[in-house]
């Protein structure tokens, strides 16, 4: 049985085209409701929806849409950090190399659509680009996702100081959409189309170019945070480790046991059922969840007790330090010392 949390994927990507497309006049009211969405679902960009909607939506918004490379556009304005734990493991690499490695494990955390692998043979270096055969990833769709990871990626370069156009050239899985001038001057490099499977050329000497976006707070979210995610897409552990996985995309904000039984169609009452077939709550998963993060900071970063406490979300500081000395029998103090 396919995990379930390969089907999700954030929010913020259906949210980020439809204010694109808002902005511009397009009422996307019956799109969302064609995909089998619904506005609440798309309040929170961290809140997980079903892939197979996201991509739905996005097919139908795409058959009817005026706005040329419209996943540019969106790529464009969508910063690192918004991505969640996955931007964060990107700001938080040593080079582009490494944030490079790091999006190609990673990506899949936010659902089986793309898939990237990294290559590099004498001065010249490509990322191959593949997408999962799944329902409604039509062509149009797939020129938008291909489109959105572009931007993205050309993001990546003025971060780290490179530029926008950083590539050399680019060889496309898909026709021309219809707009290849828009390519030309957005990508600023030659485009072949029709090619075999879709790959993004550039100069193999940037792998080693220094990622100057590191950030403390960076460092602390990122690899460790991933892995766990891709241990649990791994291992399949039922729906404590899917709420897990939820929880872990946006450590910062912990959503209601409300919220959770939304994101998985299902009442309060029959997720707390569920979760009692697996011998557990869901205010126990917050909790454990929340100090598994608290002693990997403690343990790995310089931040105080009381900015971990802020981090977490706990309303006040000593309530952080009861729970804490409950679970491991030391205050967050006592347990730096002694690791």
């Not at 089998?36 to 009817?64: E, F, T």
């Not at 849409?65 to 996943?71: C, F, H, M």
């Not at 000497?205 to 649990?232: T, V």
Request: hydrophobic share 40%.
């Amino acid at each position: 049985m396919k995990n379930r949390m390969q089907d999700q994927t954030l929010a913020l990507y259906a949210i980020k085209a439809i204010e694109v497309m808002e902005s511009r006049g397009v009422d996307c009211s019956t799109y969302i409701a064609a995909a089998g969405l619904h506005r609440h679902d798309l309040q929170d960009s961290q809140q997980l929806i079903p892939v197979d909607g996201y991509l739905k939506l996005m097919d139908i918004l795409l058959a009817d849409t005026p706005v040329q490379g419209l996943g540019l556009i969106v790529g464009q304005h969508t910063s690192l950090p918004e991505h969640g734990v996955l931007g964060y493991a990107l700001l938080g690499s040593k080079t582009f190399r490494q944030a490079l490695e790091r999006l190609q494990r990673y990506i899949i955390l936010y659902g089986e659509m793309l898939e990237l692998e990294l290559q590099q043979e004498g001065k010249e270096a490509w990322i191959a680009v593949r997408t999962f055969k799944r329902p409604f990833m039509s062509d149009r769709v797939t020129c938008y996702l291909t489109e959105e990871l572009l931007a993205n990626l050309c993001n990546i370069g003025v971060d780290i100081e490179i530029g926008y156009q950083w590539f050399t050239r680019i060889e496309l899985g898909f026709r021309s959409p219809g707009y290849p001038e828009l390519y030309a001057t957005e990508l600023g490099c030659p485009i072949s189309y029709n090619q075999a499977e879709t790959r993004l050329f550039f100069s193999a000497h940037m792998l080693e170019q220094p990622f100057d976006c590191r950030s403390e707070r960076a460092d602390i979210l990122c690899e460790q945070q991933c892995e766990m995610l891709l241990n649990d897409l791994q291992l399949e552990r039922g729906l404590t480790s899917e709420i897990h996985h939820m929880l872990a995309r946006a450590p910062e904000n912990i959503p209601t046991i409300d919220d959770v039984a939304r994101v998985f169609n299902m009442s309060v009452s029959t997720l707390k059922r569920r979760l009692a077939e697996e011998q557990m709550t869901f205010r126990q998963i917050v909790l454990d969840f929340r100090l598994g993060m608290a002693k990997a900071y403690l343990q790995q970063s310089p931040l105080s007790a009381n900015e971990i406490s802020r981090l977490l979300g706990y309303s006040d500081p000593p309530s952080f330090y009861r729970a804490f000395r409950r679970k491991f029998g030391f205050s967050p103090q006592q347990f730096r010392t002694q690791n």
